[in-house]
């Protein structure tokens, strides 16, 4: 029976789609089974990012008893298995985001590691996908707003008796006006499980439809996916070496 990690955030647009991806992408490179579900039924970007912007069969056939949950699985050309959600305003309609955990029984069956690209905020798609995971990670921004959100996100997941694994910080410029990691930690009162860099490139692995993990291994954005992966699934052994001229430049 696999694991089901919803991926969630309190503020929109912290980079927790490019982080359900690419730590899908990471954990598979480990050789575990993934499934990378678009559980964001509103605004679904999985598709958009992987190159399938529009599928045959998407979650919303699925939670509308239209199709079967294997129907809606699709295999990018890198290995790593998703489920889109459709973009098309008609396949919103009488959508019971309630059945994500229904989905969620069945897709544990058929992958090590599940994860649910979870709506922001708390509404009911967002309270959905949180009730369906066996654990959440929070995606935040190293700023007061976002990090607060967070926080509001993690305390709604406290009252619903569900285990926060810990905290990836996402865009980090390392710049003065940046919040602390120290600090963010204190404020979330959860593990720090990875700074990702701001990295241009995640603009380019958009365009090339692929994840940066695969596009960029060496950059360091995809350095520490990997190393999230590794410790969501207990590769202790996994080691990131870098050189020194690599850990010089920063990016590689």
């Keep these: 029976m696999g694991k089901l990690i919803t991926i969630a955030s309190g503020k929109g647009g912290v980079g927790k789609t490019t982080t359900s991806i690419n730590l899908g992408a990471a954990i598979n490179s480990f050789g575990k089974e993934v499934i990378v579900v678009d559980a964001n039924l509103?605004?679904?970007?999985?598709?958009?990012?992987?190159?399938?912007?529009?599928?045959?069969?998407?979650?919303?056939?699925?939670?509308?008893?239209?199709?079967?949950?294997?129907?809606?699985?699709?295999?990018?050309?890198?290995?790593?298995?998703?489920i889109p959600s459709s973009l098309s305003i008609n396949d919103m309609k009488n959508l019971n985001s309630k059945k994500l955990k229904e989905v969620g029984r069945k897709l544990r069956k058929m992958a090590d590691i599940v994860i649910y690209d979870c709506a922001a905020g708390l509404g009911?798609?967002?309270?959905?996908?949180?009730?369906?995971?066996?654990?959440?990670?929070?995606?935040?921004?190293?700023?007061i707003p976002a990090v607060t959100d967070a926080l509001k996100t993690s305390k709604m997941a406290e009252q619903m008796g569900k285990t926060v694994k810990g905290v990836i910080v996402?865009?980090?410029?390392?710049?003065?006006?940046?919040?602390?990691i120290s600090n963010i930690q204190e404020m979330l009162e959860l593990p720090i499980l990875g700074v990702i860099p701001e990295?241009?490139?995640?603009?380019?692995?958009?365009?090339?439809?692929?994840?940066?993990?695969?596009?960029?291994?060496?950059?360091?954005a995809s350095r520490e996916y990997k190393k999230i992966a590794a410790r969501i699934i207990g590769n202790n052994h996994?080691?990131?070496?870098v050189g020194f001229w690599k850990r010089l430049l920063g990016n590689y």
């Excluded at 990012?49 to 919303?60: D, E, F, R, Y």
């Excluded at 009911?124 to 369906?132: F, H, K, L, R, V």
């Excluded at 996994?238 to 070496?241: A, C, D, L, P, S």
Aim: charged content about 25%; aromatic content about 4%.
């Design 199 to 220: 990295d241009a490139r995640f603009q380019s692995s958009l365009m090339m439809k692929d994840a940066l993990v695969h596009t960029f291994p060496k950059a360091k």
């Design 238 to 241: 996994y080691k990131n070496e």
């Design 42 to 82: 509103t605004t679904p970007n999985i598709g958009l990012h992987l190159g399938a912007p529009i599928v045959p069969i998407s979650l919303n056939h699925v939670l509308n008893g239209k199709a079967k949950i294997s129907d809606a699985i699709y295999e990018h050309e890198s290995g790593t298995k998703i």
């Design 170 to 180: 996402t865009r980090s410029k390392k710049i003065k006006s940046e919040m602390p």
């Design 124 to 143: 009911e798609e967002a309270i959905a996908a949180m009730e369906s995971s066996d654990e959440l990670i929070l995606v935040t921004n190293p700023e």
